[in-house]
């Protein structure tokens, strides 16, 4: 059975960082790939960034893409997204979401490609 846990969340100021954690198990190949979702009231999930939990391999939406890395650590079976120059308009719910196939397309295909999913940590940056 795959089980997702987040935590990290919290508040922060417009410009600072935060890390997310994700704990999942099993890991390795199971899911093949975990993504950050981020969702505000009102709107579609979307997906931020995608790993594959076995080669690393991973891919970013346009929106986080240089302020956001998402990483591994395999013996912790957790996946991080470490959120830098953060602005008001990333507050959100953020989720971890498992799938079991490719990264790469599911991540554009967004939230229903995603069988597993956390319960959600909340991120709000002030201005």
């Known amino acids: 059975q795959v089980q997702l846990v987040e935590s990290g969340g919290g508040s922060v100021q417009d410009g600072g960082s935060l890390r997310l954690s994700c704990v999942v198990t099993p890991f390795t190949g199971v899911p093949r790939c975990v993504a950050w979702f981020r969702q505000v009231p009102g709107k579609e999930r979307e997906g931020v960034a995608a790993?594959?939990?076995?080669?690393?391999?991973?891919t970013y939406a346009d929106s986080v893409r240089g302020r956001f890395i998402i990483s591994k650590d395999n013996a912790k079976k957790t996946v991080y997204l470490q959120m830098n120059s953060l602005s008001p308009e990333d507050t959100a719910m953020y989720y971890c979401?498992?799938?079991?196939?490719?990264?790469?397309?599911?991540?554009?295909?967004?939230?229903?490609?995603?069988?597993?999913w956390g319960q959600g940590t909340q991120v709000t940056v002030s201005s």
């Open positions: 979401a498992g799938a079991d196939d490719s990264c790469f397309a599911n991540l554009r295909k967004g939230a229903s490609a995603f069988v597993y």
């Open positions: 790993i594959y939990t076995g080669s690393g391999g991973n």
